[in-house]
Structure formats: structure tokens, C-alpha cells
């Protein structure tokens, strides 16, 4: 192949003719209209950082590894498949020919159907190029995915009978077109061609193999689906040998034999594929429920949910657990928060997560770095509940961070932790958007069967996460068995079908949709957010300003309580049930507590009265006043400790008793004690023995103890590490699109003078980063020298003529003539390329 | 969406009485709730996988019980809690055991990886034998309960569809003349003879014993009564000739006096539990008979031996009877496993209502202590506090101001320390009931009391069961066993029978303030709080104020 045909997908031609048929990939894209290179950049927004300066780099940066990789993982079952079918068939191939590749001789009206659509999609983001007679996949995509020995093709197909011959001896050629019955020839060009023509020929090929035996039949039945590769001995039995000897296996190594492609292509009756899948399977419905009953689910969830998070959040309010040195928190802690809030570990970290996701909890940054709420926290807990709802399940739908990989290990073997690093995940979000929007796409009140959800999204993307061996192990398919969890966990669905509020929140960005609603009229996300807490708030229960109180000294809130009435009912007495409502517990040490806050027996008979739909029962009065009665009658000083108390049998009493000696009391008058211990050990120890101290100030005050709230900083939200750039919007797709074509005009005027020819020996070449890239590459298809300018690190330049071997990733390696061994260069360093004079290498 | 019934995330449920559904709601959640407590405004139901299991058993599905769950809540039920319960109810009649023509008894499965992970539970294993089929496993017939309450223990309750045995039949009618079963009585007899075996619950003084009367009436079998003592013994006796057609010849009694074995045998736990060079020599009264139908009364009380006798007998029909399922011990889920899940249950102030016990005032007294005794107290050891604060002075003189307000009704004294009871009675002049009473005088004492002749009657703990003092109004509590919450009620239980001219019942707890009895008390009257009995707190010094 000479170089003239080698860059055409990159190089700009010397003349453009409009009507005639593209010769290279940016031909073919200088042929679509704007909104034809925009859908490209939308779908491979990776192309537009920074924005290519013309159409020919453009092109050549559509053709690179990475770039086509990244397509490709992108790309549907289906579209995989064609693209491989593409990639087996002779290059350029006609429509037909690629439809025979699909359907196989049969036939398949559904392939016919959906295969138009590939196609255009496949063109759309430029992996294949060309008219319809001849269809070109990119040549990066097709080294990526024609079957080598080193990299078998999904579609289990060999190489072709050309490849495979193209090391063997003449001779041994001449024996197998002999042995095949052809005329023949001492070309080895024209024995391969009537050898291929022979083996694509279905009628000479039936007659080849009925005289073939059972057993080499069975031999063939083997390799057909691939792999194509089966060891022999030095020896082979008969079927194989009879094999080898009409070319029907052909030899790769001295062990190895391969089927090729065409005898492999004959015997699955023309398919690349044993299985194409056209259509999408279509996610199965599990069970309906009504609407209502989905809402109402939903709603209970979601309340459930603030709970939670409040309740952890409350219970760090003086300081969260410590931040381990590595960042995260310690397997210990999320074992305490679990049992904590009566859930599992998995599910502490989901709650972990988002209340982290969404900034209300973050490190205090202190020099002991603890977790501690937010001051955001502080503000979400004063918004109305459906808000507060909103503010959690906004970050998540975006987030990054995957609470599910908690408690494995990451590459290196450690453990991850939660609120630790490496819970990046970048497919979570898109996962998240496609379960959710399936969902969607059910009748209202279904809830999905979740394999043919995870098959669906199998089918959608079904390179990435390939990787992982087992089905359903790969990370696509846990991230969206997470995604319905957690959606469940949140109350985005209700008995697994996605609820009223949950459909207006996805309004919202995902790699698709956000493009799509920028183009045709979709809705912000805080205004999808608002939409959805608007629908949600009534399902909420309504809070209640009352409660119920009863004889056996226990409250009942028979529904949310209002904040200020629920914090100091909280003080007062323990929570005992939690729920829609809640129940209270009275008990001395919880009267006592709320009299240790300031309050006094007169102030909490009030507060009750106030707040008790039912009469205080006797019981409960006589609690607060017995509690009361002795709250307070000892007092504790703090200078070294001392009891002090005006009814001195009391301290009679405590001398008495054995159980004060540790306390190491002594009488310093009648009604004042003084103690070794410091004033706290004294004070738990006169309440272990069943006394109610009060701590006394230095003047004398009864020092009243109260709850802090302890809060970091101000601190940001963690922000998602998306994958790849952010979709474009409008504006930069039509800045990016005009910029691209002023470049390209530049680039393709006719100009008056010719490009100056590399100059004479002494100066640099100098080429443009696009040119040199399609000549070094071009160099390394054709194994042919080239001559660089080359700057080194030091900032020193030189010339030097190398062979490029491979370009990849922005580096050459080469074989450089001037250093006489192989050498890497990175192409930004390299300052222009020119081809040699014939006679120079 | 404005039902009676609040779900909570813990598995309770609240049910707001006064809501205009409350009833049909409590219908709805009865079968499979435990009733847990039952005060003034809200009671609290509980799901147990017990329960559910139970309600499984009785025929109710899981479809069921989420569609009361959701039909009466107020708020959304959280969803898991809606798996878990289709998760634990589905764990029931995976395993089932039944009779198999040739091999006896087999525990047989529907899911072969249950049987695999319960045989190779090592407490399993002595109990089975030979592997019939991949699902069949043979049981030894005498392991019965024990593989029922191990599989319970083990979260995989089984299906038992052995069946019961007949047992001897024998002749018994009610003999329903000028009487008849209350409607209550005649739910819990239906209850209990349709799931088979069970427990009745019901508070003191319902007529409990007649629910025995009713099933045996249905099962019409020789029957085996086991009670708590030889008094409450003699009362059974006396009430089955009276309310049944069986006459005094039929009914034996099998106690630490006499050893009689008859078609309707009243033996007491004591005599069945007395042990003899480390076997039970009584137990074979067990077998001595084909008996039809075995009745334990009081079965909060079971002792620890009988349970393992129990677990033998789980071809009999079994029927508890109990005013106060509350077991200090905790062994209240052995009570369901081995007799039988609870068939009916009523709230007291239900029965309250309905006008078959009589309303009952609760007061507790708070006495102060002298500071004398306040030193005392702080002094004494930590096993003698209970008894020094419980039989302070100061009670002895509100208990004489309470008798004296209440002269010429029945009162009772209940105590629980000898030397206090006996100082009460010389100074109240009353006579004196304790352990060491014979039981014929006992008998004479309590016979006196329902006539009428004495009104005053001081007892120790003896009296707190099965004693049938229909005439007693006032009890005046003054010491007992540290915190137990069933004494308490049984001791209330005492005098709620219903009074012929239907007035108010007194019961008076006195308590001495700020010590451990003050600790106790509340605790003893925690489960009578749930009941909904509301106790009043009146001072000392009130009482005694001229």
C-alpha cells in the first residue's frame, strides 16, 4: 500500500469534488451538514476538548485509539455487531455485503429492519464512513476489532485464507490448490485468490466437504463458532490431516492450526455473528400496582429516609467518628451507625454517602479530623420535609460515589472505606439515569423485572464492564442493582415502580437527556427538583403540634412532630418507638435530664398541659415532682468537690453508706460534705447510689447542662467526577462548529504557492501537529524513514530520520537511524516531519 | 388515609382507640399482632415472626396481613417492613411434619436447601433419624416437640399436620342450668378447639375455669388438669361438679395427700416436679392414662420440668390458661412452642366493660420513712434494703387506717414477709394464711372469708393464684416479691370477680417513697398500666389525716 492510500482518512485531498463520492473520512465529514458534525460532537464530546482547528484534525482525532475506544464502549449490542461484522468483511464493503454478514443466507427481516439504523449510527459518530457501496469502518476500529491472534473477535472468527498463507511456502500452497482440485498456478498471488474463491463459492465448497469424513466434520464443528485455533501434534489424525491438506485448517504455528475466515463464514452459513441481537430487549414487568399505592410506598420511604438522616445526623451532633489517616471512616464506626439506626452495614453506608453527597455532613479539617455536620445541615433541617427530600435526591442522581463497593478492595487489595477515597465510579450516574428512565418507560404503577433491566442495559453498552467475567458481576450490572436499591431506600419508587415525584425529577441531566432537553425544551434541574417536591409534599404526613399521653407514663406523637415541640419532647423524655409516629418514654433520668437543661417542675407541667391533647395523668405528675423534689437537693462544688445538702440526715445517709467510700467523703460541717474525687465522678457516684446532685458553679449557681451542636466549617458538596468532558451545550456545539469550519476553509483554500518543500538540510522541518501525526502514521503502516525535527527535554533540537513502528497515545516509537536503536518520542516534541527522498534511505 | 392504626419501623403498631375503626382494625390485626400494651389511648400491637407464624398456621396468608396493615394505616407502611413480613411468613410450611404410613413420623420439605441447612444443624440431628428421600426425613416420634421448638429456634417453624389422638373417651356435658358460657368464654373454647392445642388468655376472675369446663365439654375425653396448688385444686373440682355432668366420683386428685387417678385427673405442678433420687417418680401419671386433653392452669407458672415433660406430649390436645402472660424468665416463647400459640386473648378493660370483672380503683400509697429508718435503710446490705423499706412501721399504720375506712367489707392483706404479716394480723386481729398453714385450715379460713364471718384476712404470696374469693372488694398490698409484674395483676386479679351488687373493687399498693420499693412498684405495675388500670398516688399523710 502506498502512502497516497494510506492517509486518506486523514489527509486533505488536493482536489474536492462535491459530487463524487468521499475518498477519505474528512471528505465524507466536510460533506455533512452542521447538524451532521454536531451530532458527532454530542455523541463524542471527547473531540471537541480542545476544539479541533479544522476538519482534517478533526478527522484524524476522530481516528485516533483512545477516541475510537471510547465510541466504541459506547456503542449498542447491535451496533458493536455491525461494526464487527464490518470489521471482518473486505474493506470497503457494499450495504449487502454487511447484510449478509448479519442475517446470514437466510435471511432476517428483523436485522433488515434495524440495520439502516446502525449503519447511520455508526456514521453518525464517525467510525464508518462512505457511501452505501462501499461502507468503510475507520481503520483504528478495525484494528480494534478484526480478530488477530492476540485479540480473538467476539465474533469467533480467523483470519483470512490470505493472512494465513502469507508466511507459507509456495510450495505448500501449490499442494493445497492442487489437493483442492484447482488449475494450478505458480503465483502465489493468484493461488490464494482462486483458494479464497473457491472457499467463497458455496456450491464447489458443499461438494469440497460431502467428501469429507464424519470425523473431520466433527473437527470442523468445533472451531466453527471460534475460537478458530486448535492444537495439534506433530502427528495429527487423519480428519485433521485431510483437513490441513485441502486448506481447510491452516497452519499459524507448528501446533497451532486456524480455520480461516472463509471456511468458518461457509460453515455458519454466511454469519459473522451466532447470535445478532437487533432489538433491544424490552424491560418485563413484574407486578402493577395502582398508582396511589406506588406514591403512598414512596412517600412512606422517602419520609423514612429524612428520618434516617436526620437521626444520624443528630446523633454526631457533638462529633462525629474520627477520620482514618488514609481518609474514610473506620470499619468499627460504620458497624456502630449501623446497629445505631437498625440497619445494615451496606445500607449505613448508602446513608453515609449521601448525606456526604449531598454536603451535609464533611471533615471538620481540626488536627483530630472527626465527621461532623455541615452548617448546610443546619439550614436543610429548617426547610419543609419535601424540600429536604429534593436536597438529597438531586445530588444523587448525579454523584459519582458508590456506596456499594464499600467493604471490598480496591486493586492494590485495601480495604475501601466509606467516605473514603477511590468510591469514584464514573458510569454510576449514566447507570443511575438509564434504571431510572427504563423505569419510566413502563406503565405508571410497574415495577420491573430486574434481569431483563440489567439484560437491557447489557445490550446497551455491552463493552463496558465487559471485563468482569461472570454475567451480572460486571460493574454496569451491580451499579444498577445498587441504583434500584438505593431508588427504593430514597423514594424515588415505591414497591420497585417509580413513583409521581420521582418521574418529575428526571427531567434532569444525563449525558442524553440534558442534550437532548438543551435542544428541545427540557427543564432545569432545580426546576424538575421543585416540580418533584411539589408533588410529593402532599403525600407527606402532616405535622402534628400535640400529644397523647398515658397512664403507663409513656407519650404518643401520632405523626411527625413540629421541630421545636419534638426537640424538647426529646429532652424529656426517650424515644422508645420510631415511625409515622412516635413514642416517648418517661423516665426519672429523662425528667431529670430536662430539669438539668434549666427547666423547672412548673415549666414542664406547662409544656405538657400545652401540648397534651389527653389530661397528664397522675402518674406522670407525680414523676416530674418527685424528680424534681430531689433534683437538685445536693449540690456539688467544683473547687476540689464537696456535698452540700441543708437537710443533713441526707448526708448522714451518704456517709453511712458503704458504697461513698470510694468517693472518699468527708463531714466538713453539718450539711456540707467534701469529696476526694473530682466533682463528675462524685456526681455519677451519688446517682449510682440513687441520689439527684445538681453541679454547683464557683458562686453557687446550679450550672445547667445543655446540648451543643457541633458543626464543621463551611464546606462545599463533593463534586462528581463525571466521565470524559461534560455534554456540550448549544452554544459551545455552534461556536465549536463555525470554528471548525473557518479552520477548515483556511485550511482547504486553494492557495497560489504550493506547500514549501521540506527545506534543505540545517533548518527544522515544520509541519502542523495534524500533518505530522497522518505522515508519522502513515511512516508506520508502510514501515517506511521519515525525517523529524525533534526539541529534547532540554529544550535542544535536532534532526533525525527514524522509522515509526507505532503511534499511540501521543508517543512514536521508532527505530531512529540517526541513533541506530529504537526510541520513544513524544509527538509534541516533534517539530514538523518530512517524507525522504528516495535516495536518501 | 386516616386510618386507626400507625405502623412503626420497630414492628409495632399503633392503634388509636377512640378512632371510629379501632374495632373492625383490631379484628383485622388480632390474628397475627400481639396485643403488648393496652393503656388509655393507643395501645401497642407487635409483630413477632411468632405471631405471623401463628397466623399462618390459623390459615391467613401474607397478602393478608399487609392488606390490613395497609387498609388501616395512617402513614405509608415502610416497605421493608412489608418484606420482611412476606419473607418470615413464607419461612413457615417449608417444613412440615406429618404421619407417613410406614415410617412413622417424618419431617418432610418443599425446598430441599431448608432440610439441608437444618439437618446439619448439630441440634438437630439427635432428633432425626434415616433420610427417607431426597425431602423426607424421619423424626423419632418422642422428639416431636423438641424438633418443633428447635426448628422454631432455628427460624424454619414447622407444619404440624400429625394430627392429635382422641385419647380415652369419656362422657362430659355442661350442665348449662340457669348458667351459661359468656360469649367471650365460648370464643376462646372455639379458638382454641380449631387451632388444636393452645393458650387462653384472660384476666383474673373472667372464668378461666370455665373455658377448661368448655373444652373439655368439647373434647369429651379423659382428661389431665394440671394446677398450682391443692387449694386451687379442690376448686376445680368443686366447680367442674357444679357447672359439668361430671359427679365427684370421676374427678381425681393427684396430690402431695392423695393419689388419685380418675377419668378427669387435678394434679398439682408441685407433686409432678418432686424429685427423688434424681428422677421424677410422678411423671408417669403422664402415661397412666390415654388422657384426651391436658389442661395447665396458670401456665405463666409451668415449672422448668414440666415444659421438658410437655414437649413429649405433642400428641395431646393442649390447653393453657393464663391471666398474665408475662414470664420474669422470659420463657414465654417456649410456652407457645411446646402448648401451643395463643387462641384468644382479651384486653382487660374489655372484659371490664362488657360488665364480667368488676371496675377496679388502683391506689398507691407513698409512705415516708422516718429519718430513723432512712438511716437504717441507707445502711442495711443491698439484700436487705427490699425487706427493710417493704415492712416499714409507717405501713402498718396506714394498712389499720385503711381497714378501718373500709370496715364491713371483705378485705385482704397481702404480704409478702412472714413477720410483717403476722405483726398486721394481731394488730388488725385478723387471722393469719401463710405457707405453713395446713390446708384444711386454710380452707376453713377461706370458707369463713366467703361467708362472711371473718372480713379481714391477712396472706402471704399462697393466696396469689387460683384462689377464688368471690366476696373480696378491698386488697391492701404491703409487700412483695421485688419488681414481678404477674404477681401484681394476679394479686389485683383477687378481687375483680364481679360483685353482686356491682360495685367498685379496691386495690391499694403501699409503698414506701424514695427507695427501692418505690423501684419496684413501678415496675410491678407496669404491666397492669398497660392493661390500662391507671394507679393513683395518694400520700400517707392524706390517709391517716383524721
Redesign the interface.
Known amino acids: 500500500m502506498g502512502i497516497g492510500e494510506l492517509d486518506r482518512e486523514a489527509h486533505v485531498p488536493e482536489v474536492t469534488g462535491a459530487a463524487t463520492a468521499p475518498r477519505t473520512l474528512a471528505e465524507a465529514l466536510r460533506a455533512r451538514g452542521d447538524e451532521g458534525l454536531a451530532a458527532l460532537l454530542r455523541a463524542r464530546p471527547d473531540l471537541l476538548s480542545p476544539v479541533p482547528n479544522d476538519l482534517t484534525q478533526l478527522a484524524t482525532r476522530a481516528g485516533t485509539r483512545g477516541s475510537v475506544v471510547r465510541a466504541l464502549e459506547r456503542l449498542d449490542r447491535f451496533a458493536l455487531q455491525t461494526a464487527e461484522a464490518l470489521a471482518v468483511a473486505q474493506d470497503p464493503a457494499p450495504y449487502p455485503v454487511l447484510l449478509g454478514l448479519l442475517t446470514g443466507d437466510e435471511g432476517d427481516a428483523e436485522i433488515e429492519a434495524a440495520l439502516p439504523a446502525a449503519v447511520e449510527l455508526l456514521r453518525e459518530q464517525a467510525l464508518v464512513w462512505g457511501e452505501d457501496d462501499r461502507l468503510r469502518l475507520v481503520r483504528t476500529a478495525r484494528e480494534l476489532l478484526a480478530p488477530s491472534a492476540q485479540h480473538p473477535s467476539p465474533t469467533g472468527l480467523g483470519p483470512t485464507v490470505a493472512e494465513a498463507t502469507s508466511g507459507m511456502s509456495p510450495g505448500r500452497v501449490q499442494e493445497i490448490i492442487a489437493a483442492a482440485g484447482l488449475p494450478t498456478t505458480h503465483d502465489p498471488v493468484s493461488a490464494v485468490a482462486a483458494l479464497t474463491a473457491l472457499f467463497t463459492d458455496r456450491d464447489r465448497m458443499g461438494s469440497l466437504l460431502d467428501t469429507a469424513s464424519p470425523d473431520a466434520l466433527s473437527v470442523l464443528d468445533r472451531l466453527v463458532w471460534g475460537p478458530p485455533y486448535g492444537e495439534v501434534t506433530a502427528k495429527p489424525a487423519a480428519p485433521v490431516q485431510w483437513l490441513r491438506d485441502h486448506g481447510l485448517l491452516l497452519p499459524v504455528s507448528p501446533r497451532t492450526m486456524v480455520l480461516p475466515r472463509e471456511v468458518a463464514l461457509h460453515l455458519r452459513g454466511g454469519r459473522a455473528h451466532r447470535a445478532p441481537e437487533p432489538v433491544a430487549p424490552v424491560p418485563g414487568v413484574l407486578r402493577e400496582y395502582r398508582p396511589q399505592?406506588v406514591d403512598?410506598?414512596?412517600?412512606?420511604?422517602a419520609?423514612?429516609a429524612l428520618a434516617t438522616v436526620e437521626e444520624l445526623l443528630k446523633s454526631w451532633d457533638r462529633g462525629g467518628p474520627q477520620v482514618l489517616r488514609a481518609g474514610g471512616m473506620s470499619v468499627r464506626d460504620l458497624k456502630r451507625t449501623a446497629s445505631a439506626l437498625?440497619v445494615s452495614e451496606e445500607t449505613a453506608a448508602f446513608w453515609l454517602e449521601l448525606c456526604y453527597g449531598a454536603g451535609l455532613l464533611a471533615s471538620d479539617g481540626e488536627a483530630d479530623e472527626r465527621y461532623a455536620p455541615t452548617p448546610a445541615y443546619d439550614d436543610w433541617l429548617d426547610l419543609p420535609p419535601a424540600e429536604r427530600w429534593a436536597l438529597l435526591v438531586t445530588p444523587w442522581l448525579t454523584a459519582t460515589r458508590t456506596p456499594g463497593l464499600v467493604g471490598g478492595q480496591d486493586a492494590k487489595g485495601r480495604t475501601l472505606s466509606v467516605l473514603g477515597p477511590d468510591l469514584d465510579r464514573s458510569p454510576a450516574p449514566e447507570v443511575r439515569h438509564r434504571v431510572l428512565g427504563l423505569l419510566a418507560t413502563l406503565p405508571p404503577g410497574s415495577s420491573a423485572e430486574p434481569e431483563s433491566l440489567f439484560a437491557r442495559l447489557r445490550w446497551e453498552r455491552p463493552l463496558r464492564g465487559a471485563s468482569a467475567a461472570e454475567e451480572g458481576g460486571d460493574l454496569r450490572s451491580r451499579l444498577a442493582r445498587w441504583a434500584l436499591a438505593e431508588a427504593?431506600l430514597l423514594g424515588l419508587t415505591?414497591?420497585g415502580a417509580l413513583s409521581g415525584p420521582a418521574r418529575a425529577l428526571l427531567n434532569l441531566p444525563l449525558a442524553e437527556a440534558a442534550s437532548a432537553g438543551a435542544l428541545g425544551g427540557g427543564v432545569e434541574p432545580s426546576v424538575a427538583a421543585g416540580r418533584a417536591a411539589t408533588l410529593l409534599a402532599p403525600?407527606l404526613?402532616e405535622a402534628v403540634d400535640h400529644v397523647?399521653l398515658?397512664?403507663?407514663?409513656?407519650a404518643?406523637a401520632?405523626?411527625p412532630l413540629r421541630r421545636p415541640l419534638a426537640d424538647a419532647l426529646a429532652v424529656l423524655a426517650d424515644v422508645e418507638?420510631?415511625?409515622?409516629?412516635t413514642?416517648y418514654r418517661f423516665t426519672p433520668g429523662s425528667v431529670r435530664r430536662a430539669l438539668d437543661s434549666g427547666q423547672t417542675a412548673t415549666d414542664l407541667h406547662a409544656f405538657l398541659k400545652a401540648h397534651a391533647r389527653?389530661p397528664v395523668?397522675?402518674?406522670l405528675a407525680?414523676l416530674i415532682d418527685?424528680v424534681a423534689r430531689?433534683h437538685g437537693h445536693l449540690r456539688v462544688g467544683a473547687a476540689s468537690a464537696y456535698v452540700r445538702c441543708d437537710d443533713d440526715?441526707v448526708l448522714?445517709?451518704?456517709l453511712?453508706?458503704?458504697r461513698s467510700s470510694s468517693l472518699g467523703l468527708r463531714r466538713l460541717a453539718p450539711t456540707v460534705l467534701a469529696a476526694q474525687t473530682d466533682p463528675s465522678g462524685l456526681l455519677d457516684g451519688l446517682r449510682s447510689m440513687g441520689y439527684a446532685p445538681a453541679a454547683e458553679s464557683t458562686t453557687g449557681d446550679v450550672l445547667i447542662t445543655r446540648a451543643d451542636a457541633y458543626r464543621t466549617g463551611a464546606r462545599t458538596a463533593p463534586v462528581p467526577v463525571p466521565d470524559g468532558p461534560p455534554a456540550p451545550d448549544t452554544t459551545l456545539l455552534g461556536a465549536a462548529v463555525r470554528a471548525i469550519r473557518a479552520g477548515d476553509r483556511a485550511a482547504t483554500a486553494v492557495r497560489k504557492e504550493p506547500a514549501a518543500a521540506p527545506t534543505a538540510a540545517g533548518a527544522l522541518p515544520r509541519t502542523s501537529a495534524a500533518e505530522t501525526l497522518a505522515t508519522v502514521q502513515a511512516a508506520a503502516m508502510t514501515g517506511s524513514a521519515v525525517w523529524i525535527g525533534y526539541v529534547n527535554a532540554e529544550g535542544g533540537a535536532s534532526q533525525r530520520v527514524i522509522a515509526p513502528v507505532r503511534v499511540e497515545g501521543g508517543f512514536v516509537t521508532a527505530y531512529d537511524h540517526t541513533a541506530d536503536e529504537v526510541r520513544t518520542y513524544p509527538l509534541h516534541r516533534i517539530t514538523g516531519v518530512a517524507e525522504l527522498a528516495d535516495d536518501q534511505v | 388515609m386516616n386510618g386507626p392504626l400507625i405502623v412503626q419501623s420497630d414492628k409495632t403498631l399503633l392503634l388509636e382507640v377512640d378512632h371510629e375503626l379501632a374495632d373492625a382494625c383490631r379484628r383485622a390485626i388480632a390474628p397475627f399482632a400481639e396485643l403488648e400494651r393496652a393503656p388509655e389511648h393507643i395501645h401497642t400491637y407487635r409483630l413477632t415472626p411468632l405471631g405471623l407464624w401463628n397466623a399462618r398456621a390459623a390459615g391467613h396468608d401474607a397478602e393478608q396481613v399487609v392488606d390490613a396493615l395497609v387498609e388501616y394505616s395512617r402513614y405509608p407502611v415502610p416497605h421493608a417492613l412489608l418484606v420482611d413480613i412476606a419473607e418470615t411468613m413464607a419461612r413457615y410450611g417449608r417444613l412440615t411434619l406429618s404421619k407417613h404410613p410406614t415410617h412413622g413420623l417424618v419431617l418432610t420439605s418443599t425446598d430441599r436447601p431448608v432440610l439441608e441447612e437444618i439437618l446439619r444443624s448439630r441440634k438437630v440431628q439427635p432428633l432425626v433419624g434415616e433420610r427417607i428421600d431426597p425431602d423426607t426425613v424421619v423424626v423419632h416420634p418422642s422428639e416431636r416437640g423438641q424438633i418443633k421448638q428447635t426448628l422454631l429456634k432455628l427460624g424454619w417453624p414447622a407444619e404440624d399436620l400429625a394430627g392429635y389422638v382422641d385419647g380415652e373417651a369419656h362422657r362430659i356435658d355442661l350442665a348449662e342450668d340457669g348458667w351459661a358460657l359468656r360469649p367471650y368464654q365460648k370464643q376462646a373454647v372455639e379458638g382454641f378447639w380449631h387451632g388444636g392445642s393452645g393458650v387462653v388468655v384472660l384476666p383474673c376472675g373472667a372464668g378461666k375455669t370455665l373455658v377448661g369446663a368448655g373444652a373439655m365439654a368439647q373434647a369429651k375425653a379423659t382428661t389431665l388438669i394440671l394446677v398450682t396448688n391443692t387449694v386451687s385444686a379442690r376448686q376445680w373440682k368443686h366447680e367442674l361438679v357444679k357447672r359439668t355432668s361430671l359427679t365427684e366420683d370421676e374427678i381425681g386428685e393427684y396430690s402431695g395427700t392423695k393419689k388419685e387417678i380418675r377419668p378427669v385427673t387435678i394434679a398439682t405442678y408441685q407433686v409432678l416436679t418432686t424429685k427423688r433420687k434424681g428422677i421424677y417418680p410422678h411423671l408417669e401419671l403422664f402415661d397412666s392414662r390415654d388422657w384426651g386433653l391436658i389442661v395447665y392452669d396458670e401456665v405463666h407458672l409451668l415449672p422448668a420440668p414440666v415444659f421438658k415433660f410437655t414437649a413429649d406430649l405433642q400428641a395431646r390436645r393442649r390447653l393453657g390458661l393464663t391471666a398474665t402472660l408475662v414470664r420474669e424468665d422470659g420463657r414465654e416463647s417456649d410456652v407457645f412452642s411446646l402448648i401451643g400459640p395463643k387462641r384468644f386473648d382479651a384486653p382487660w378493660k374489655e372484659i371490664e366493660a362488657q360488665g364480667y370483672i368488676a371496675p377496679a380503683d388502683c391506689v398507691e400509697v407513698r409512705v415516708n420513712l422516718t429519718d430513723s429508718e432512712r438511716l437504717a435503710y441507707a445502711t442495711a446490705e443491698a439484700e436487705e434494703k427490699y425487706r427493710f423499706c417493704a415492712t416499714t412501721a409507717t405501713k402498718r399504720k396506714v394498712t389499720e387506717a385503711l381497714v378501718k375506712k373500709f370496715e364491713g367489707q371483705q378485705i385482704l392483706v397481702i404480704g409478702q414477709y412472714i413477720d410483717q404479716l403476722d405483726e398486721l394480723g394481731e394488730h388488725l386481729d385478723a387471722p393469719v394464711i401463710k405457707g405453713e398453714t395446713p390446708n384444711a385450715q386454710r380452707e376453713k379460713l377461706f370458707d369463713a372469708f366467703r361467708t362472711g364471718e371473718i372480713s379481714v384476712l391477712v396472706v402471704s404470696k399462697v393466696a396469689n393464684f387460683s384462689i377464688d374469693l368471690p366476696e373480696a372488694t378491698v386488697a391492701i398490698q404491703v409487700s412483695g416479691t421485688f419488681g414481678s409484674r404477674q404477681e401484681e395483676a394476679q394479686r389485683l386479679g383477687r378481687v375483680l370477680r364481679p360483685k353482686s351488687d356491682g360495685h367498685q373493687a379496691h386495690f391499694y399498693s403501699v409503698v414506701a417513697r424514695d427507695t427501692i420499693d418505690q423501684d419496684f412498684a413501678a415496675h410491678r405495675q407496669r404491666f397492669l398500666a398497660e392493661q390500662g388500670y391507671a394507679y393513683r398516688i395518694v400520700d400517707a399523710d392524706e390517709l391517716l389525716a383524721p
Not at chain 1, 296 to 301: D, K, R, T, V
Not at chain 1, 550 to 554: E, F, G, I, P
Open positions: 399505592v403512598s410506598a414512596a412517600a412512606g420511604q419520609q423514612l437498625d427504593e415505591g414497591r403525600l404526613p397523647l398515658q397512664a403507663d407514663l409513656t404518643v401520632p405523626g418507638s420510631k415511625g409515622g409516629a413514642v389527653t395523668p397522675q402518674p407525680y418527685d430531689r440526715t448522714d445517709e451518704i453511712a453508706d458503704r
